[in-house]
C-alpha cells in the first residue's frame, strides 16, 4: 500500500466516517424531498391554505356585523382589518386541523416506512437508527413551520383582497404600521411552529411502536384531543401547565405592546421537555426493535 493510501486511510477511516457526516444532510434532503412530493402532504397543505380563505370569504359575503367577542377571536375586526384574517384562522386551527396534519406526517415517519418494507434499507450504514429517527423528526418540524407560515400567507393574501388593509390596533390598544403587523404574523407563526413540536415527538414515538402508519396517525391525533379535553376540565387545573397544548393559544401575548415574551419562554421549556421525554422513548424503542420490514 502507498504512503498516499495510507494517509488517505488513517483520515477518513476508510471513508466510513466522512460518509457517515455526509449521510445525515443527503438523508434529511432526500426525507425533504420525499415528503413535499407527495400528494398527501401538498393536500393537506392546501386545506389549511382553504381555512383562512374559507373564513374571509363568509365574513365577506355575511350581510350581519358581528359584535364585539361574537364568534372566535379578532372575527370582529376581520371586516376593519383584513390582516386579522391570519390571526383569527391561526386561533380556528391550532385545535384540530394544524394537530391533525401534524399526527399524520409524523405517525407516518416510522411506521410508514415499515409498512412500505422500506425500512430496513433505510438503516443500513451509515445511516443508523438514531441518525434516522433525527431526520424524520426534523423532516415532521419542517412541514409543521410550512403548515403555519401557509396559514399566516393565505390569511394575510386573502384578507388584504377582500378588507381594507391598515395599521393594526393591539390588544394592549397600541397602533403598529402594517410592516410591523407582518413581522408580528411571522413570529405567531414560529410560536405555533415551537408548540406544535412536542406533540410531534409524541408523534414519533407512537410511530416506532407499530408497522401500521394509518394506526400510529390515528392514535397521534387521539392524544391530542385527549390532551386538549383535559386541558378545559377545571377539577384538573392543576395539570395544565404540563400538557403540551396548553400554550397554543399564549400567542395574544406577541399582539400586545410592549410584548410579552413570558408565554413563550414557558412554551419553549414546555416543548423541549416533551421533545426529550418522548425522542428518548422513541429512541429507546427504535433502538431495540427488531426490523422485518
Known amino acids: 500500500m502507498s504512503s498516499n493510501s495510507v494517509a488517505s486511510s488513517k483520515v477518513s477511516g476508510s471513508g466510513v466516517p466522512s460518509r ?9 434532503g432526500s426525507e425533504l424531498t420525499v415528503l413535499f412530493r407527495r400528494r398527501r402532504t401538498w393536500a393537506m397543505l392546501v386545506a ?51 394537530p391533525l396534519t401534524i399526527g399524520v406526517v409524523a405517525g407516518d415517519t416510522i411506521a410508514g416506512e415499515a409498512g412500505q418494507g422500506t425500512l430496513r434499507y433505510l438503516l443500513v450504514a451509515p445511516a443508523g437508527r438514531l441518525r434516522l429517527l433525527l431526520v ?53 407563526s414560529l410560536y405555533v411552529t415551537v408548540s406544535l413540536l412536542g406533540f410531534a415527538a409524541i408523534g414519533l414515538f407512537i410511530s416506532t411502536l407499530t408497522d401500521v402508519p394509518v394506526g400510529a396517525m390515528a392514535a397521534t391525533v387521539v392524544v391530542s384531543v385527549v390532551v386538549q379535553i383535559l386541558d378545559v376540565l377545571p377539577q384538573l387545573s392543576w395539570l395544565d401547565p404540563w400538557l403540551f397544548s396548553h400554550y397554543w393559544l399564549g400567542f ?25 421525554v418522548f425522542g428518548a422513548l422513541a429512541y429507546g424503542r427504535f433502538s431495540t426493535k427488531d426490523i422485518l420490514s
Open 20 to 28: 457517515r457526516r455526509s449521510a445525515g444532510p443527503a438523508l434529511l
Open 252 to 276: 395574544a401575548d406577541l399582539l400586545r405592546q410592549p410584548m410579552d415574551l413570558g408565554s413563550f419562554g414557558d412554551n419553549v421549556l414546555l416543548q423541549l421537555g416533551y421533545i426529550a
Open 136 to 188: 424524520k423528526y426534523a423532516g415532521v418540524a419542517v412541514f409543521c413551520l410550512a403548515a403555519t407560515l401557509t396559514l399566516a400567507v393565505a390569511g394575510t393574501l386573502i384578507g388584504a383582497a377582500l378588507f381594507p388593509v391598515g395599521p393594526v390596533t393591539l390588544l394592549s390598544g397600541d397602533v403598529i404600521s402594517v410592516p410591523e403587523s407582518l413581522l408580528r404574523s411571522g413570529l405567531i
Open 48 to 98: 389549511i391554505a382553504l381555512i383562512p380563505i374559507l373564513l374571509a370569504v363568509a365574513v365577506r359575503l355575511s350581510s350581519e356585523t358581528l359584535a364585539p367577542g361574537e364568534g372566535p377571536p379578532f372575527l370582529d375586526r376581520v371586516t376593519q382589518n383584513g390582516l386579522f384574517v391570519a390571526f383569527t384562522a391561526m386561533i380556528v386551527a391550532i385545535p384540530l386541523f394544524l
